[in-house]
């Protein structure tokens, strides 16, 4: 099972910064997932929320912010201050670690909607990575997985899942032909049969309890997305070593 830090080591790091996605790909892991928006200039930002009071020192719609006002906040703490990361610069971090995978989850709604997943498809054809298998896809909105399809068919694409589709959209309805399919921890365990429907690889979110990364092992979960990727390593590791000790039955003693 591969496992994925979500928006870097966020359990130990403030969420999307250089500090976070460098601890996290120094770990015995697959890779990283981090979440892109758009600022008012058309940079792609890494940024989860809509606004940004929550992550940094600052106030305001992401949208409605340029880069350069963005470079002014502190996006970590007041002791280990962090500058909100591009993409690009993202990019840059990770050719020190060639052979970490990154999961991109463009965001949706928002005011830009097909231009996100325009400027990512442009910064990724200037780097020459249209084509590279580490490089993959995700979101939650059907029609960013459409625009994908068509705008990089090379390029993994992973639809997630909302927990509110078992209900809105119960026979599954896809478009964009996605690659792979998420699903929540909490979804998963309501209905296990979804892990590897239609034979398509599973990305499993956000799991960070012990039992359930376990579960998901045992269950043929692809992917797990954490935000504990060290105690995910160490414990599927742990898990994962060959009995000592057998009797003549085979059976561990």
Known sequence: MK???????????PELTEAAFRAALELPIHGIE?????????????????????????????????????????????EAPQKVLTLNNLLDILEDYPDKHLYIETKH????????????????????LMQDPHIHIIS????????????APEIDRIHLRRSWERWGNPKDLRCGSPTGLGLSIERAKM????????????????????????WARDQGV???????PDHAAELLKAQSKPAMYANAHGKEE
């Not at 939650?140 to 705008?151: D, G, H, K, T, V």
């Open 109 to 128: 709604p928002m005011r830009y909607a097909i231009m996100l997943e325009e400027e990512v498809t442009k910064i990724l054809k200037y780097r020459g």
């Open 140 to 151: 939650f909105a059907l029609p960013a997985i459409s625009r994908m399809e068509r705008l």
């Open 222 to 228: 692809d992917m797990l997305a954490t935000n504990y």
């Open 34 to 78: 981090t979440d892109v928006r758009l600022t008012k200039c058309g940079e792609v930002v890494n940024i989860h929320d809509p606004i940004v009071d929550r992550v940094s020192d600052g106030r305001g719609r992401v949208s409605r912010l340029d880069l350069e006002t963005l470079l002014d906040l502190n996006f970590g703490s007041k």
């Open 191 to 214: 209905d296990p049969k979804l892990i590897g429907i239609k034979g398509m690889p599973t990305y499993l979110f956000t799991v960070d309890k012990q039992k359930d990364m376990l």
């Open 3 to 13: 496992i994925i830090a979500h928006r870097g080591l966020s359990s130990r790091f």
